[in-house]
Structure formats: C-alpha cells, structure tokens
C-alpha cells in the first residue's frame, strides 16, 4: 500500500532554514509529481510545492518562492523540501502528498514552528 512519511519539522527561530523529509513506498515514485502542503490551525490545507516525476520541474506557491526549494530522489523514492529564511507566517503542519490513480495520499504531517 501507498505510504507516505514525513520528518525533520521543529522549532527554528526566524531567519532560521529546515529540511524536511517524505521517504515514499508502495508505487512506482518515479512516474508520479510529489507535492508538499501545509496547514496552520483554523486555516485550510493549501499547497506549498510541487515536482513533475522525471524531468524534475518545479512550481511554487507565491509565499514561499525564492525561500523554499523542492527536490527529489527517484532512486531512493524520497522528496525534499528546503526551508530557507523562515518565518513565523510558515508555522504549520507540513505534509507530502502524492495523487495515484485518482486517489489522494497523505502522510502524516511533521511540525513547523518558526518562533524566537
């Protein structure tokens, strides 16, 4: 089965940088883009960024372009997600997610907490 999980959240002070982590198994990962979300509370999830499958091709919400930079690695089915410049506005619940054969899969989210 699909699985997805998610690490390297935790408290960074602003101006701070973290990298998260979604080690990817269950389907082929290299046919599929790979997406990172985030949610804060009270607010709905929304979409961070995003990784085309093998050409690698990138898109970014307007909030985090320039700071933030998504990668992949189809050889270990993992995805990235580099945090650059932080702020407390990033503070949220981060998830990866992958879109396979009309279903949404999600992992369990990881904490972000950008505070001094």
């Known amino acids: 089965q699909v699985q997805l999980v998610e690490s390297g959240g935790g408290l960074v002070q602003p101006g701070g940088s973290l990298r998260l982590s979604c080690a990817a198994s269950?389907?082929?990962?290299?046919?599929?883009?790979m997406y990172w979300y985030r949610q804060s509370p009270g607010k709905e999830r929304r979409l961070v960024a995003r990784?085309?499958?093998?050409?690698?091709?990138?898109n970014y919400a307007d909030s985090v372009r320039g700071r933030f930079t998504i990668s992949r690695d189809n050889a270990k089915n993992m995805v990235y997600l580099q945090m650059n410049s932080l702020k407390p506005e990033d503070t949220a619940v981060y998830y990866c997610?992958?879109?396979?054969?009309?279903?949404?899969?999600w992992g369990q989210g990881t904490q972000v907490t950008v505070s001094s």
């Open positions: 990784i085309r499958d093998t050409e690698g091709s990138t």
């Open positions: 997610n992958a879109f396979i054969d009309w279903n949404n899969y």
């Open positions: 269950g389907f082929t990962f290299s046919r599929y883009a």
